[in-house]
């Protein structure tokens, strides 16, 4: 039976390659779509494509840029269930979690179109001797940016919709085991913008990394992924003196106060833990309210199917590494093919990998504690600094824990992590820079000062 081809999209063509690589749905290991495989080559003509659009791109005033910006973001709403449907067939994400994904991914489209109005440059009158200053904003130029497969449409909108608005041009490298979405995102901006502006290049990660993150037209390098991967993109970068933004994970450490509501505290990790995995830190006087209300949960939990091989294989590695640690784990099973139940661990403690790492693999550790500075000290402890929740009652007291707390992003009694006017940054080990709200406009953003004395 044949399945639909999706050749590149490179200066406002679709091109074809010698070559072409299964996508699967890992519910059935069906082939559900070809997709070109660029090589490094066709990265570096996407670059070109990239590099003559943009001085048509940075020319565009902002209020224009911004109406092609809210008429694309029009177009995404229309082809919202069409984009999350591709989301549950390759990557085997629920299709309710995958429309949540493209909703809040438009929301971002919408905001960035009216920031892109909003680039005004400001003029400051000069003291004696001079006639003033002006500061105004110019785009960095042209962006690679490389995505992951857990967040296929949102983590390619997040760099795509503010660089757009600042006047940068880009090529996309989505994730070979999920392109399909992020494709069609790219597809869609190509029949609204003008040619160049924005490509997709699908294929193997490496070569294509190393081209896009080495190419002499690319100004800046926006990466979305493992630290191992972004050490190397910052090393192809690095003499060539790029900009980079790097989102490299973290480990969501969950600190439930000996005052916080428990009802709150289950629905947080139930929610976030098994999105994302993480650590529940919970008083040791709520303990066992928390697991009874977590197991409650599970036992309703449906989870669509690991979306790689690799993450299976990494999800049976953590488990037998938490039972030889003597760790209690209560479900975590394979249940045939790459489906597997929801694991709650309980017993783990540093030393464990799914304790030390991000685990990748739908599992909640629960660890209780008896003195607060002591949780805020664990969830610290691992070299992760993304996203982090407190739950608490008393306000005072939960804010400077939750300052305390050593993440870009802190959740307050409850889960919702991203909107699209405040940044996304990661700290220590989880990245480099912000995305999201005005911190995640001006990284493509480059300023220039015009002094004038005359």
Known sequence: MSVPRHGLLIGGEVVE???WMDVDDP???EVIAQMAAATPADALRAVAAANAALPGWRATPPLARGALLAQLARALDEEAPRIAELIHREEGKPLGEAQAEVAR?????????AEAERLWSSHLPAGPGGLGSTVRPDPVGVVAAITPWNFPVALVVWKLAPALAAGCTLVVKPAQEAPMAAWAVCEVAQRILPPGVVNCVTGEGPPLGEALATADGVEKVAFTGSR???ELIAGWAAPRLKHLSLELGGHGPLIALPDADVATVVDVAMTQGYANAGQVLVHRSLVADVLDGMRARLAGLTLGPMATERGLERHRMLMEDARGRAAKIEGGQDLGGRYVAPALVTGAGPGTKLVDEEPFTPVVAVMAYDEVADAVKEANRPDYGLVGYVCGQDMRRTMDVAQAVECGTVVVNG??????YAPYAGWRGSGVGAELGRPGLEAFIRWQHL????
Do not use: D, K, S
Not at 415 to 420: G, I, Q
């Open 228 to 230: 191992r991967v972004a």
């Open 451 to 454: 002094r004038v004395l005359a």
């Open 17 to 19: 390659t010698e070559n």
């Open 27 to 29: 519910a059935t290991g």
């Open 415 to 420: 889960w919702r992590v991203v909107v699209p």
């Open 105 to 113: 991914a438009n929301e971002v489209v919408h905001h960035f179109a």
